[in-house]
C-alpha cells in the first residue's frame, strides 16, 4: 500500500492534476456508493496511526456534496491530513484514495485514469476539521 501512495504522490507532483471537470458523471460515479471511510491522520500522511470513520446511508451523500465542482487545476505542495474512500460492498471505486488536506482546502483522487484536484466545500472542511481532536 505504501508504494501505491508513493507512486500517486509522485504522479501529483511531477504530473500534476488534469484540469478536468469533476461533474455529474463523476459524481454519479462516486453516488454508486453504500459507505464512506474517513481516514483522519495523527500526523501528516501517517495512515497506520490514524482514526477512522465509516458513514453510511445519507452520510454518504452528504460527504459527496463536499467535494466542490471547482478544480484546482494543480495540487498545492502541501502534505495530506486523511484519505476518503467510497465504497461498494467493501470494495472502493477509485482507483486512487482520495487524500484530502483541510489546511490546503482540496482533494485528490482518481477516476477512469485521471486525476482529479477539487476544492473542498466550506461544509466539507468544516466536517472533516470536527473529525480532527
Not at 30 to 42: G, P, W
Request: hydrophobic fraction near 35%; charge should be positive; aromatic fraction near 14%.
Amino acid at each position: 500500500m505504501k508504494r501505491y501512495l508513493t507512486i500517486f504522490i509522485i504522479q501529483i507532483l511531477f504530473i500534476g492534476c488534469q484540469t478536468l471537470n469533476y461533474s455529474s458523471k463523476e459524481e454519479a460515479f462516486l453516488n454508486k456508493a453504500t459507505e464512506v471511510k474517513i481516514l483522519v491522520y495523527k500526523k501528516w500522511s501517517d495512515r497506520e496511526n490514524a482514526d477512522e470513520y465509516t458513514f453510511t446511508g445519507n452520510d454518504v451523500k452528504k460527504i459527496l456534496s463536499f467535494i466542490s465542482r471547482k478544480s484546482l487545476g494543480m495540487a498545492p505542495k502541501c502534505g495530506y491530513t486523511g484519505e476518503i474512500d467510497f465504497l461498494v460492498n467493501g470494495k472502493s471505486l477509485l482507483e486512487q484514495n482520495m487524500f484530502y488536506n483541510i489546511d490546503c482546502n482540496h482533494v485528490i483522487f482518481g477516476i477512469d485514469n485521471k486525476t482529479y484536484c477539487q476544492y473542498l466545500t466550506k461544509e466539507g472542511l468544516i466536517f472533516i476539521g470536527s473529525l480532527r481532536k
